[in-house]
């Protein structure tokens, strides 16, 4: 399968417990997203990467949320003290270097807090 | 802050009727818009892009670009049961809160 790939698919937490999301990203693709998704609403930009580095941050995104990508193909997204805002859909998505284009997703990792 | 506006719907036409979406932004400089579809309990994915003024056709879509009035719209032409989902327009980074689109048999 050469498809953008998250892990795990689900996960519950308790409140205040830390937990990181995997994203595998199509191998070709230099470009890399991470997007929070809640019901009714459409995605949520984060932040990307271009490679390993991290271009861009949403001014939305809270110091509790980090995202790597040291080795600029597969990126970690991290919340640290977990609230119950923060249960929704977090999806993953890449693109080749030229931008934007062609982006796929992958199937998200819907998070639910407790 | 930059935003992209779609009326949530939902949006209700008849099998083989034309269907059109409509997306408005905020950011002037854009350069980058898409469609994309988003069936329930699933990821979004790409349907249509597009860069300059004026039409782009694929099949039954058609997406539409007016950068003076920064409106992008997307008609599905001869609409069926199938393309029943909610549809999402993105401005680069940014995207709408999407509308659903129900096609009835």
């Known amino acids: 399968d050469t498809g953008v790939s998250q892990n795990p698919r689900h996960k519950i937490t308790k409140r205040g417990q830390n937990v990181t999301f995997r994203c595998d990203p199509i191998?070709?693709?230099?470009?890399l997203y991470w997007y929070r998704q809640t019901l009714g609403q459409g995605p949520e930009f984060l932040t990307y990467?271009?490679?390993?580095?991290?271009?861009?941050k949403s001014r939305l995104l809270s110091d509790r949320f980090s995202a790597e990508r040291p080795k600029g193909s597969f990126s970690t997204l991290e919340i640290q003290r977990t609230e119950q805002g923060d249960s929704a859909m977090y999806l993953c998505?890449?693109?080749?270097?030229?931008?934007?284009?062609?982006?796929?997703f992958g199937q998200g990792t819907r998070l639910t807090v407790v | 802050q930059k935003e992209v506006e779609q009326n949530s719907g939902p949006l209700s036409v008849p099998e083989g009727a034309i269907a059109s979406l409509n997306c408005t932004y905020s950011?002037?400089?854009?350069?980058?818009f898409f469609w994309y579809r988003q069936y329930s309990g699933k990821s979004p994915e790409l349907i249509m892009s597009?860069?300059?003024?004026g039409d782009k056709e694929d099949g039954r879509f058609t997406a539409q670009l007016n950068k003076a009035s920064q409106y992008v719209s997307l008609l599905i032409r001869d609409s069926q049961p199938s393309d029943s989902a909610t549809y999402l327009c993105?401005?680069?980074?940014?995207f709408g809160q999407g509308t659903t689109l129900q096609v009835k048999p």
């Open positions: 597009i860069y300059s003024n």
């Open positions: 950011d002037r400089g854009s350069q980058s």
């Open positions: 993105a401005v680069s980074l940014i």
């Open positions: 998505a890449s693109s080749p270097l030229q931008g934007w284009t062609e982006a796929f």
């Open positions: 990467f271009q490679n390993e580095a991290q271009l861009e």
């Open positions: 191998s070709e693709h230099n470009r």
